[in-house]
């Protein structure tokens, strides 16, 4: 049974957040509405790890996808004013949004609901090795630990703006 405390109410209401984040992204026909959106649904997100008792996760969480992310999406979309401006509308893809969606609740219903149903108070599985902040740290700053895909990912956003950068001049010279 769901017991009602403050993690539980907690957790609603920053999957509310996430969710209505969520669905303003994809509802949204301004590209820098919807990078707003995109932050406030990270910020969600955030909430959920401090519920799940991962504060350095949260912190990172706000520090490099909203702080850092979102932002660069946000200068982006400010600097390719242009796409802003879009004229054409597709309606035909709530139609495709729906049968996605659709489909996914019935995935949902059909593989989770069984097995939750089947055996209600089944313990989530823990894992037995419990890792500390400053194991994940040394993983991601040591030669042998996650160093390289921060580095290339640091490579491909500094290119995301430098052709972000090359579209607006290409815009304003046309």
């Known amino acids: ?11 609603f209401v920053f999957s509310l957040i996430t969710l209505g984040g969520g669905w303003g992204v994809v509802t949204n ?21 401090l519920t799940l008792s991962a ?23 400010m600097l390719t004013r242009s796409l ?3 004229r054409e509308r597709y309606y035909r893809t709530w139609v495709n ?23 209600p108070d089944r313990a989530l599985p823990v894992s037995d090795q419990v890792v500390r902040t400053v194991d ?7 030669g042998e630990g996650f160093v390289l895909p921060f580095e290339v990912a640091s490579l ?3 290119a995301a703006m430098i052709g972000a950068i090359v579209i607006a001049r290409d815009a304003d010279e046309a």
Not at 1 to 10: D, G, Q, R, Y
Not at 32 to 48: D, N, P, Q
Not at 55 to 77: D, H
């Open 156 to 158: 491909l956003l500094t």
């Open 84 to 86: 802003t401006n879009l």
């Open 29 to 49: 026909k301004n590209l820098f509405r919807g990078t707003i959106w995109l932050m406030v649904s990270l910020f969600g997100v955030a909430g959920l790890f």
């Open 97 to 119: 949004v729906l049968g996605a969606g659709a489909l996914f609740l019935l995935l949902v219903l059909g593989v989770i609901a069984p097995v939750w149903i089947a055996n």
């Open 55 to 77: 504060p350095f996760l949260a912190a990172v969480q706000i520090l490099v996808y909203i702080g850092a992310i979102a932002i660069l999406f946000t200068f982006a979309v």
């Open 1 to 11: 049974m769901l017991e009602l405390n403050f993690v539980t109410v907690a957790f």
């Open 136 to 142: 994940f740290g040394v993983a991601l700053a040591s």
